[in-house]
Structures are given as C-alpha cells and as structure tokens.
C-alpha cells in the first residue's frame, strides 16, 4: 500500500482535466497543445505539455526556460501563464484558453474590410508586445512567427513561445531552434558573420515581424524566397514591409517607431477597430465628453467588427463603463446591439440585470435610449421580469410631463404587450391609454395612441377588446388633430374582424358616415373605403346568414384566425396602421378648450358590463419601426374636458358625449354640422325615451342661460294637462311670417329621415290607419314628429339636414327596445290583442312628450327678439 501512494500519478493533483491535442502545432514546437477545462467550474484553458522522458536534455531546458519566463512576463500582449506541474516524467503549463495562429487564420473571414482590420488589430499587438521585450525588457525573442502567435476567444493576439528569449546584449548570433522546421524563419545574418556587426537589439526579431505579417496575408511561409512576393500585402504597409525583412539589420526599424508611423493619419494601424479597442483599454482615463463622443459613434462600426472581438472584448469593456463608470447612457445603443451576439444563457447572465438596473434610472436620457431600442433586448426577457420589474417602472412615462418620454412609452407598449399579464395590459395600460387618448395636448401623442391600440389589439382579452375598441377608435374619429382621425379610422378597418356585425351596423357606419364631409381630404378618403368594405361585409351576411359566423370568428377568440376571411377586405388598413407611427415633429396644434357644458348621460343602452379577471393569451405582433422624438415642450395646457368629466376614464363611455373639439367644430365650410355640438348642450341630457332633439332650432344655444330656466318653468305646467298638446298646435309659432317659413322648413327637413323609415314599416292604409289613432294621423302634418302619409310631403325639406351623430345615438335609445326593434327586427304592427295596445300606448307617450318639447320650443322662439337667424353664434 505505501508503495501504491508514492507511485500515484501526479498530474491527478494538476486542477485541469486535459482533452484533445490541437493537431499541427507540435510540427513546429517542442510542446503539444491540449485544450482543457477547470475542474469544477469547467472554464475553457490551454495545456503545454512536455514529455520529459522522450525529450533531450536540450529540449528540456528550452521547455523549462520558457516556464520561467511565462511565469515573469506580465503583458496584454503576451500569453496570460495559469497554472503548471512539472512530475519526473511531464511538465504541464495551464495558459488562458487559445489557438495558434497558423491554426486560426485559415478561420479568417474572406471579407476584405474585417479581415483588414483585424490583423491590423493583430499585428499591431505583436508589434506593441516586441516593443516592450526590447525596449523595456532589454530581451530578444528570437522566435516570432505564425506559430508562436496565439489567438485567445476574443481575438487578441498573445505572443508566446519562449523558449529562445535571451538578452538583447548578449551574443547577437541566433539560437539554433527545435525542430528545424523553424529555420524558415530564421533572419540571413545567421547564416552571414559580416552582418552580425550591425545587429541591433531588436533587428532579429523585426525579421520574424516581417515573415509575421507575410503569413498574415499569405499563409504558411513555406521558403525564405517567398518573402519578395508583395501582391497581398496592403499598400499602407509595403514601404514598412521591405524594411523589416531588408537583408541590412541595422535598417530594420524599431518596434516603437513601427507604432508611432503606423499610428497617424493613414497609417496601417489607424482604423476603426484599432482605435475603438485602444480607447477601450484606456477609457479610465478619459473624460465624460470623450466617452459621450465615442459611445454615440460606435454603434455604426461594430458591423465591421469581427463578431468574437465585439461579444468577448467589446461588449464585456461596455458593461463594465457603465457599471463602474460615468459612461453614461450612450453605452446603451451599442451594448444593446451587441447583446444579440450571445446565447440566452449568456444574455440573462450578462444583459438582464443591466437591463432592469437602467429601468430603474431616474435620468430622462436613460429611460428615453431604453424604450427607444426595446426591440434590441425585448426577446430576451422572460414574462415575470417583464411584469415585476420593468413594467412598473415604463408605466412611470405615462405621466411624465416630458413629451417624447410619454411618446416613447406608448409606442414601448408595442414590444411588451406580448409578455403582460392580464391586469397590466388589460386594465393599467388601456387606462393610461384613456388618458393620453383624450387628455393629452400633443396631437402626436393621441395619434400614436390610437395607433398602438390597433397593434396590441390581438393580444386584448376578448371581452375588453369588444367593449374598447370601437369606442376608443370612434372618439380618435372626433379628435381636432387631423391624423388622429386618420388613426381612427385605420384602427377601425385593421381590426375590424374582432366586431359584431350589429355593432358595425348601429355604431361604426354612423361614426364612419360624419367623416365623409370631413374638411380634410385625407380623412375623407379612407373613411369611403372603409365604409365600402363594411358596407360589402354586412352585404355578404345579408345574401349568405351561414357566413355571419365566419365573419364573427375572432370577436370571442384570444387567438385570432390570421386568414380570416373577414379580414381580407381591410389588408390596406391593416398595413397602414402597422407601417409606421405619427412623426410627431414640434406639435402646433392648440390645445383643445375646456367643454363648459354640463356633463352627458349616457343611455343606458350603451352600459357594458365590466370584464372578469380572465387569462389572456399573446401571440407575434408587428415591429416597431424607428421611434422619432418629439417636442420637448412640457407647458401645461387646457384638457379636453371640464373636471368633472374624468372621474370616469372608461372607454366603453367614450362614444356617447359629442366632442366639442370634434374635427366637426364649427367653420365656414361645414355649418350644417354645427347643429349637433350646439343641441347637446343645450339639452340636459340623451332622453331615453324620445326624439326630440331632432326639433330643436340650431340658434338656441345663443340664448342657453334664459331658455334653460323657462323650459323647467313650462316642464312643470306642461304636465299638470295631458291634453294640452292639440290645442297648443293650433296656436300661431312665431309672430313673424319669415321665422314661420324657416321653422317649416326645418322641421320638414328633419323628419325626412323618419318618412323613409315608416315607408318601411306602413305597408298598406288599412294596416297603417289600424295602428296609428285619428289624434295623431291629424298632428303628423303640423308637429313633423313622425313621418308623412304621403310623399308630398317632403318637397320642402330644403334648409338643413339633419346632423347624423343624433341618428347615431337613436339607434341605442332605449324606446328602441321598448318596441321589440332591437338587431333590426321588426315587430308586426298589425298583430291583433296586446301587442297593438303596447304599440300604440308606446306611440302615444312619444308623442306626447314630442309634443310638449315643441311647445317650450315654440314659447322661446316667440319671445326671442326679431332679426335674421345667425347660425352659430353663441351668447357670452
């Protein structure tokens, strides 16, 4: 037993496990090279190995001579010792994890551009190594070649192979080398006495710097002789070339000065990668401004960059600049690009905890570069760091009061919106979303908003999709701001699958219908071919009913049919709204004024029920394109809206108050529209059980203040007497003939509308006489609250059409239902028993209160004072 422990074999105890022999190597060197690993941590080393029983005494002392020599040469140029175990039968040296030369140059890339700048990067490091051997060491290397170059896995280039290293005022003669595969390199005084007189310190290995560069260019040396061929050295380093392999020893220069030549303007060592990977080495000691200037610049040469220097010598300097320096966030644009080097491994060791560190910055720079190259790192990050820990922190921008930062978070939304949980996109974003969408004062930012909706649109829940949606996009449709509406009208089209059809029939066609007279011609054009394909969708269901459920296929569905048949009508749509986003250069739209009116009830048709916590699915969705800044102007501005308007943000509320800022407002070319702004705030609210916002005169607003207390006073006489409304029609309405006229007029051209729709439904004269009372056939004519019986009688309808966002809210109003016409289904009006009784008792209430709503019309008309009608104008 004691014999067994001292004849263990030693190299046990050596902390590497050794592999395979790195084939070639051993022609031209006493050593064999093995890669290896770190027991334990399995980090990648290179093992020398030297057989000490198969070698001679000589060879045992170069093998010996060069450990030594690696164990006291500290350099960034030479090869970096580990570790070593020297037994009575091997001699094993641990070095960092490399590849010679002659072995790794047939790996180069042929591209002529990064191949050039390379070995310039590597030649120079030769270079700056056999400066400091002779000059500051006072040593000859004696050895410089392809094979005793080594290349480690960021692609620096280490000198080694030491075993001839001797001191440079010793014997000039050159050694004698092993094995003599060598001697190709060896300098011509070696083989001429006469020459060795003029030999500097540094002339012998100038020469091997010469056969270094030819190789580099070349391949193998094969022959002295092949030095004299110049055709693939580059012009830049020619002159210097001859002088280094100059038969004159004393003409071959010196390292230094092969430097500082190389080293100014146009010189071979004067390029982009040299001067990155030296301003690297040196960035301690340069200040902010320099570090600024060279972040900002480098993003654009790294496609020029060998990919192993960029992921193992660049982006490792930039992590630490900015960890442990002041590099500030222009590091980030470069560090982010070169990220997408490294394995998902790698990039949550190295990437992610840098990237929620910069999230948590509170410098407006930072978290503006960040959401500006989401793109960059957003793959890479796994849900729960998403929601836990950025999330919170991107959900700050909303409310900054820094423009291009609340722009730059929505459009961020793009890329996170795939890995959101439930509640972070389905309640938190679509809230800030209400916000911006409504409140903002940049018109850019409202844009995008609207924009960003229709793109994260397949990752909603279907529930909140179906409420949001059509909502938000109808009150994008009423923003002043030109593209806005644009935006609402391409969000309507590009997700037009995800609506019912009786959705698209009641809400989308009537809010698309006001954009056909829209004082810009870009709005006007898309929303004509968006009305042309919802009006060919419902066209198709109403030939075919089978295809209804394909047409609704997606409405319910968290993951969407991408080849719907649905959605090929609207590709044009969905190509523009996932092109690009507003640019939002320096906004100059005004901010819109305050709504002095009193808030809008909303019917209780349009009350949707709130969404259940449910689970939401994601799936792939559109790149964002390059994000452009917008104005830095943070003044505070006019909301949209009074105060009290906002303690309700949701969206399924957003279509039912009319916008006083609307693209419709008032102007000299749509002053028929006019009317629909002015009778909502005249009114105190949607009348859930009438129309008689259609009588209204659009001059009243003029005199909202007076009008207001004399229609509560005549309210209340009003309904003490039920029967007031036929003698009340028999009185004069005006005192003034022309007001008569103009008021006829009016009415006659408001109930056109309703005259076409009872052509509809009154289909004979005994039906139509059976269902509607002598009392109210004899006020058709007179209170134009229904239509007329013949068509005679819409001759005069000349003045003023009627203004389509009241139509729009009709058909939500809730005697709709009252009348079982819900979904377009029409109850038969000559059904005998009850259902005449119900029908008729519903017509004889509207009638009534359409009927008085005249009456307090009339009472203000025939007070007010006489003089021509201005259409607009409002009392201060």
């Known amino acids: 037993m004691m014999w067994s422990f001292f004849s263990r074999d030693s190299s046990k105890d050596f902390p590497y496990d050794i592999g395979e022999p790195v084939p070639g190597f051993d022609n031209y060197s006493i050593w064999t090279l093995h890669k290896a690993k770190r027991k334990g941590t399995q980090e990648e080393v290179s093992v020398f190995v030297y057989d000490i029983r198969s070698g001679s005494d000589t060879k045992c002392e170069l093998a010996k001579a060069s450990l030594k020599r690696l164990k006291t040469l500290r350099h960034p140029s030479i090869l970096q010792f580990l570790d070593s175990l020297e037994t009575d039968k091997m001699l094993y040296v641990a070095t960092e994890a490399v590849e010679p030369l002659g072995v790794y140059s047939a790996k180069l890339a042929t591209d002529n551009l990064q191949k050039g700048l390379y070995l310039a990067w590597g030649i120079f490091q030769i270079t700056r190594a056999l400066s400091f051997l002779n000059n500051d060491g006072n040593l000859r290397h004696n050895n410089v070649c392809a094979w005793s170059v080594f290349v480690n896995a960021s692609g620096e280039w280490k000198l080694g192979s030491l075993e001839y290293v001797a001191a440079a005022d010793g014997s000039p003669m050159p050694p004698v080398k092993i094995p003599v595969t060598l001697e190709v390199y060896d300098a011509p005084e070696k083989n001429d006495q006469s020459k060795l007189k003029a030999a ?44 280094l392999v100059g038969a004159s020893p004393s003409n071959r220069p ?29 960035i301690q000691i340069k200040d902010k401004a320099e570090k600024n200037r060279f972040f900002s610049g480098l993003t654009t040469h790294l496609d020029n960059f060998p990919d192993n220097v960029c992921k193992h010598k660049i982006l490792p300097q930039l992590i630490t600049a900015y960890e442990y320096g002041d590099a500030g966030s222009a590091v980030l644009a470069p560090m982010f690009k070169l990220g997408k080097l490294l394995d998902e491994l790698e990039y949550q060791k190295r990437i992610v905890p ?65 890995k959101l ?48 949606l059509v909502s938000a996009f109808i009150r994008a449709m009423r923003d002043p701001f030109p593209p806005a509406r644009v935006a609402g009208v391409l969000a309507l089209a590009a997700t037009q699958q995800y609506f019912l059809l009786s959705e698209v029939a009641n809400r989308v066609l009537p809010s698309l219908c006001s954009l056909t007279v829209d004082p ?15 009006l060919g969708k419902l066209e198709k269901v109403s030939e075919d009913p089978s295809l209804r459920e394909t047409m609704e296929a997606d409405v319910h569905t968290a993951t969407p049919s991408i080849g719907n048949a649905a959605a090929t009508w609207a590709g044009w749509a969905v190509t523009a709204v996932t092109a690009k986003f507003y640019r939002s250069q320096s906004d100059s739209s005004r901010p819109r004024p305050p709504l002095t009116g009193r808030n809008l009830s909303k019917p209780a048709s349009l009350e949707q029920p709130s969404s259940s916590s449910l689970s939401t699915t994601t799936s792939s969705v559109t790149s964002m394109t390059s994000l452009e800044h917008e104005s830095n102007d943070t003044s505070a501005s006019a909301s949209d809206y009074g105060n009290n308007d906002w303690d309700n943000e949701n969206w399924g509320e957003m279509d039912t108050s009319q916008d006083p800022s609307s693209p419709l407002a008032p102007n000299a070319n749509n002053g028929q529209l006019l009317a629909a702004n002015v009778l909502n705030e005249v009114r105190d609210g949607w009348d859930n059980e009438e129309w008689g916002s259609l009588e209204e005169d659009p001059c009243e607003e003029e005199e909202q203040a007076e009008q207001e207390q004399q229609q509560q006073q005549l309210a209340r006489q009003s309904i003490s007497s039920t029967t007031s409304s036929s003698q009340q029609q028999q009185r004069p309405l005006l005192p003034h003939q022309h007001q008569q006229q103009l008021q006829q007029h009016e009415l006659n051209d408001l109930m056109e509308p309703l005259a076409k729709l009872n052509t509809h439904i009154i289909t004979s004269p005994s039906k139509q006489h059976s269902s509607l009372r002598p009392k109210e056939l004899a006020n058709l004519s007179s209170s134009a609250n229904t239509s007329p019986t013949t068509p005679g009688a819409l001759t005069n309808c000349n003045n003023i059409s009627p203004p389509s966002s009241h139509f729009n809210n009709s058909t939500h109003n809730a005697n709709w239902n009252s009348d079982s016409w819900a979904d377009g289904e029409f109850e038969p009006i000559d059904e005998p028993g009850l259902g005449i009784s119900k029908l008729d008792d519903a017509r004889r209430k509207r009638e009534e209160k359409k009927m008085q709503r005249q009456r307090e019309l009339e009472a203000r008309r025939a007070q007010r004072a006489t003089g021509p009608l201005k259409l607009g104008a409002k009392k201060l």
Not at 214 to 230: I, V
Request: net charge positive; aromatic share 8%; proline share 5%.
């Open 200 to 243: 500097t310190k540094c002339s012998v290995d100038m020469w091997g710097l010469g056969c270094l560069v030819w190789e580099a260019f070349n391949g193998p040396l094969k022959q002295r002789s092949n030095l004299k061929e110049l055709e693939h050295v580059p012009k830049s380093l020619q002159s210097l070339y001859c002088e």
């Open 354 to 418: 840098c990237v929620v560190k910069l999230f948590a910055s509170t410098d407006r720079v930072t978290r503006s570069r960040l959401l500006q190259q989401l793109d960059l790192f957003i793959a890479h990050l796994q849900p729960t760091v998403v929601n836990d820990q950025i999330f919170p922190q991107v959900a700050h921008g909303f409310l900054d009061t820094n423009a291009t930062i609340r722009e730059q978070t929505v459009k961020s939304i793009i890329h996170l919106a795939p």
């Open 421 to 468: 949980n439930y509640n972070n996109l389905n309640v938190e974003v679509l809230r800030h979303f209400a916000r911006l969408q409504a409140r903002d004062d940049q018109g850019g930012i409202r844009t995008n908003t609207t924009v960003c909706l229709g793109k994260i649109a397949p990752h909603l829940h279907p529930q909140v999709r179906q409420r949001v």
């Open 520 to 534: 810009e011609k870009t709005v006007r054009e898309p929303a004509f071919k968006t009305i042309r394909g919802f």
């Open 254 to 282: 010196n390292p230094a000065d092969i430097i500082t030549r190389c080293r100014k303007p146009g010189g071979f060592f004067r390029n982009d990668l040299v001067d990155t990977l030296l301003f690297l080495e040196e």
